[in-house]
T-cell receptor
Framework: KAGVTQTPRYLIKTRGQQVTLSCSPISGHRSVSWYQQTPGQGLQFLFEYFSETQRNKGNFPGRFSGRQFSNSRSEMNVSTLELGDSALYLC???????????FGPGTRLLVL | KQEVTQIPAALSVPEGENLVLNCSFTDSAIYNLQWFRQDPGKGLTSLLLIQSSQREQTSGRLNASLDKSSGRSTLYIAASQPGDSATYLCAVHSGGYNKLIFGAGTRLAVHP
């Protein structure tokens, strides 16, 4: 079974631009979560989607948004990029709540 | 508010040693605890998941224990190898659907 895939793997943007990241979960998994990883803050939860509904959101500004499609693929969008948004963005999927979460390789975003 | 702490932050050991990584959490009301491994610049690899009703889980040379009442978990690695060098992260699932709260990690270096 293929693992969680994320595209693109690397991105370079400038301040003020917007960016869209994509995540394809493991086949059959309906829960998709997003995390931001930075050297200073570590891994922080962004949001989680299940069957196209956002069930939980972390403490991030409204510039961070996401959605999930009927095939469980998910996208996250960051508008008006700031230098502090430079990070590794990780996506995870699981079959059910409280089960093992499987992470993708991440998208490394650099904001200049 | 759930907080997760990992000690030590870094560890360097010679090959063949048995070692213990520690994880503590402030709120004992958890659903499960998951241990991950992260290689530099990569995503997270799930190692072990312990449900709140379990005391320990084993996979090969890895053994994870959970003491919910004291808010502690340990990851025991037997007969360490250079290939075990990575950052080890623990994460607790304490509500909010699939939201994981991560510790800052223990950076492990196993030298030949």
């Amino acid at each position: 079974k293929a693992g969680v895939t994320q595209t693109p793997r690397y991105l370079i943007k400038t301040r003020g631009q917007q960016v869209t990241l994509s995540c394809s979960p493991i086949s059959g998994h309906r829960s998709v979560s997003w995390y931001q990883q930075t050297p200073g803050q570590g891994l922080q939860f962004l949001f989680e989607y299940f069957s196209e509904t956002q069930r939980n959101k972390g403490n991030f500004p409204g510039r961070f948004s996401g959605r999930q499609f009927s095939n469980s693929r998910s996208e996250m969008n960051v508008s008006t990029l700031e230098l502090g948004d430079s990070a590794l963005y990780l996506c995870a999927s699981s079959l059910q709540v409280q089960e093992t979460q499987y992470f993708g390789p991440g998208t490394r975003l650099l904001v200049l | 508010k759930q907080e997760v702490t990992q000690i030590p932050a870094a560890l360097s050991v010679p090959e063949g040693e048995n070692l213990v990584l520690n994880c503590s959490f402030t709120d004992s009301a958890i659903y499960n605890l998951q241990w991950f491994r992260q290689d530099p610049g990569k995503g997270l690899t799930s190692l072990l998941l312990i449900q709140s009703s379990q005391r320990e889980q084993t996979s090969g040379r890895l053994n994870a224990s959970l003491d919910k009442s004291s808010g502690r978990s340990t990851l025991y690695i037997a007969a360490s190898q250079p290939g075990d060098s990575a950052t080890y992260l623990c994460a607790v699932h304490s509500g909010g659907y699939n939201k994981l709260i991560f510790g800052a990690g223990t950076r492990l270096a196993v030298h030949p």
